[in-house]
């Protein structure tokens, strides 16, 4: 008789270990999607102001080229075309290797729920060096 209310025991705890993992699991998921559509949404806005301003600068850059090359036309349009280019040239340059680097440091992504995922790691299993001192 006593061994029929112990197994009963071992399903209620299996049974409520699996419910809480589900839980945490379900938890981690909604952050996840939650970080998802932030990201997303940060991402769509920054590339839409992106956009706009490249071609604002870039249709001002070159109607001041036209404009400044035009009051020069007479003496030296060869000199003021060949110092638009190389600077346009130059700044082009130097936005390329900013974007490069930029593209080569690691984003922040789902950060929040990959520290959440560390701590529950650590809560259920426990650091051995911890437990030696």
Known sequence: MTSAPRHEGLFASL??????SLGLLQNRLELLGIELAEERGHLLTLLAFGAAAFICLGAGLVFLAVLITLLFWETHPFLVLGMFSSTFLIAGSIALRQALRHSRVGSKI??????ELRKDRAVLIPDDTASLQ
């Open 15 to 20: 049974k409520g270990l699996l419910s809480t």
């Open 110 to 115: 789902f950060s929040a729920s990959l520290a």
